[in-house]
């Protein structure tokens, strides 16, 4: 493989403080293999975590002892940062996490990743190593466990949800599921409850922001996980919100995706953070209340007025009449009254308040034209 972060400077310089002695491994190594750029570079090496520190430090490096008991130190070189890990090999497990004792051989670190693709292996000059077939399964857009899918599961549920994430991502839907890891996740739903919300809420948000999430939610509906993970949800309205984003032009967002999934709060479910919440918040609301698009433009700008019109979309089957230009009409809108114009009249208080919200409702409703004058005339002669 060729990445072009294989080729930089600070690959380099990391490559030659480890003196040779490492891989780097999965995600990073997968996506070139498919010609994807990597969003983050994981190594993994025999050397142990203090030795990689006191490597990377001696040659001038920053490093951050990200998780030294887990074997992990953060590298940085430049701008980029390069998670160095130990080989590991699982020993124990509470089905919540896999316990794992450091290994000197690059076979017991393979072993103890999830599935094939994820345990391919490159040299600081790109040649590959591919311990567990994944180059081929990789090519045939299989996501295969490695070893016995229940076993691996077992050890840790959450394996349950990166394996339909991987498919969404890397899999063939006219190939399927691999039917083994399939039957693997509705026989062991039982430890499913006990994963942390912080956990699913990040192979949540990776899985529903693939190019099509949507074969693999529907198989998760099957399975049986996507119920336990999210109650109430419902595939039905993905296959033609990704049909309307595709025709629109509209990159991949997992919020649109999740929201189309039913009007439940996932706040707690995914562990969303406030700005997240809202964002969501916003789009159920679009869907229960069907506020005009204009309005929304207005209230939460564009791109916000834009999911909504999408996820909208897709519960009707087609965009909203002229939703581009209802969109393009309230962004960047701005009421023209204030308080103080009211103020002599209604005085400090909840009529005030009520007077205005009045008036800006009318001003939306007249596609804000409006202007200062005509809503304080309106507002004197008791028009609304
Ligand atoms: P992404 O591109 O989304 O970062 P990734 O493959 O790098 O994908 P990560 O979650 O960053 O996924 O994990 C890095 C690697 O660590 C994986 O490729 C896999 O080899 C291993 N790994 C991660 N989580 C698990 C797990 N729960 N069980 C076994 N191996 C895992
Ligand atoms: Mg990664």
Same mark, same amino acid.
């Given at each position: 493989?060729?990445? &072009?972060?294989?080729?930089?400077?600070?690959?380099? $310089?990391?490559?030659?403080?480890?003196?040779?002695?490492?891989?780097?491994?999965?995600?990073?190594?997968?996506?070139?293999?498919?010609?994807?750029?990597?969003?983050?570079? !994981?190594?993994?090496?025999?050397?142990?975590?203090?030795?990689?520190?006191?490597?990377?430090?001696?040659?001038?490096?920053?490093?951050?002892?990200?998780?030294?008991?887990?074997?992990?130190?953060?590298?940085?070189?430049?701008?980029?940062?390069?998670?160095?890990?130990?080989?590991?090999?699982?020993?124990?497990?509470?089905?919540?996490?896999?316990?794992?004792?450091?290994?000197?051989?690059?076979?017991?670190?393979?072993?103890?990743? !999830?599935?094939?693709?994820?345990?391919?292996?490159?040299?600081?000059?790109?040649?590959?190593?591919?311990?567990?077939?994944?180059?081929?399964?990789? $090519?045939?857009?299989?996501?295969?466990?490695?070893?016995?899918?229940?076993?691996?599961?077992?050890?840790?549920?959450?394996? &349950?949800?990166?394996?339909?994430?991987?498919?969404?991502?890397?899999?063939?839907?006219?190939?399927?599921?691999?039917?083994?890891?399939?039957?693997?996740?509705?026989?062991?739903?039982?430890?499913?409850?006990?994963?942390?919300?912080?956990?699913?809420?990040?192979?949540? %948000?990776?899985?529903?922001?693939?190019?099509?999430?949507?074969?693999?939610?529907?198989?998760?509906?099957? &399975?049986?996980?996507?119920?336990?993970?999210?109650?109430?949800?419902?595939? %039905?309205?993905?296959?033609?919100?990704?049909?309307?984003?595709?025709?629109?032009?509209?990159?991949?967002?997992?919020?649109?995706?999740?929201?189309?999934?039913?009007?439940?709060?996932?706040?707690?479910?995914?562990?969303?953070?406030?700005?997240?919440?809202?964002?969501?918040?916003?789009?159920?609301?679009?869907?229960?209340?069907?506020?005009?698009?204009?309005?929304?433009?207005?209230?939460?700008?564009?791109?916000?007025?834009?999911?909504?019109?999408?996820? %909208?979309?897709?519960?009707?089957?087609?965009?909203?009449?002229?939703?581009?230009?209802?969109?393009?009409?309230?962004?960047?809108?701005?009421?023209?009254?204030?308080?103080?114009?009211?103020?002599?009249?209604?005085?400090?208080?909840?009529?005030?308040?009520?007077?205005? %919200?009045?008036?800006? $409702?009318?001003?939306?409703?007249?596609?804000?034209?409006?202007?200062?004058?005509?809503?304080?005339?309106?507002?004197?002669?008791?028009?609304?």
């Amino acid at each position: 493989i060729a990445p &072009s972060w294989l080729d930089r400077s600070a690959t380099r $310089a990391v490559a030659a403080a480890l003196h040779g002695r490492f891989h780097f491994v999965g995600g990073c190594v997968r996506d070139a293999v498919l010609g994807r750029d990597a969003a983050d570079i !994981d190594i993994a090496t025999p050397l142990p975590p203090e030795e990689v520190q006191a490597l990377a430090e001696a040659a001038g490096l920053r490093t951050v002892p990200t998780g030294i008991a887990h074997g992990t130190v953060t590298v940085i070189a430049d701008d980029m940062r390069f998670e160095v890990t130990t080989y590991r090999r699982d020993v124990s497990t509470d089905g919540r996490r896999a316990t794992v004792a450091f290994s000197d051989s690059l076979a017991e670190d393979a072993a103890r990743r !999830d599935f094939t693709m994820n345990a391919l292996y490159a040299a600081a000059d790109g040649e590959l190593t591919d311990p567990e077939g994944g180059l081929e399964d990789l $090519a045939a857009g299989l996501v295969r466990f490695i070893g016995d899918p229940s076993r691996r599961i077992r050890e840790d549920y959450l394996r &349950s949800l990166r394996f339909f994430r991987f498919y969404a991502w890397y899999g063939d839907a006219g190939q399927g599921l691999d039917p083994d890891g399939m039957a693997a996740v509705a026989a062991n739903l039982d430890g499913i409850p006990r994963l942390s919300a912080e956990r699913v809420g990040a192979e949540m %948000r990776k899985l529903l922001a693939a190019p099509d999430p949507a074969p693999s939610v529907s198989a998760m509906a099957i &399975s049986g996980l996507l119920p336990l993970l999210l109650p109430g949800a419902e595939p %039905r309205f993905l296959p033609p919100l990704v049909h309307l984003e595709t025709e629109a032009g509209a990159g991949p967002r997992w919020q649109r995706r999740l929201a189309v999934l039913g009007l439940e709060d996932r706040t707690e479910a995914l562990r969303l953070s406030k700005a997240e919440a809202r964002e969501l918040a916003v789009l159920a609301d679009a869907l229960r209340a069907d506020t005009p698009l204009a309005e929304l433009a207005y209230r939460h700008g564009r791109a916000a007025a834009e999911d909504a019109a999408l996820v %909208r979309g897709a519960g009707l089957g087609a965009m909203p009449p002229d939703w581009q230009a209802r969109i393009a009409l309230g962004e960047g809108q701005r009421f023209p009254l204030a308080a103080e114009d009211l103020l002599a009249k209604y005085g400090q208080g909840q009529a005030l308040g009520a007077a205005l %919200r009045r008036l800006e $409702a009318l001003w939306i409703a007249e596609d804000f034209r409006p202007d200062r004058d005509a809503l304080l005339v309106i507002d004197r002669d008791g028009g609304v």
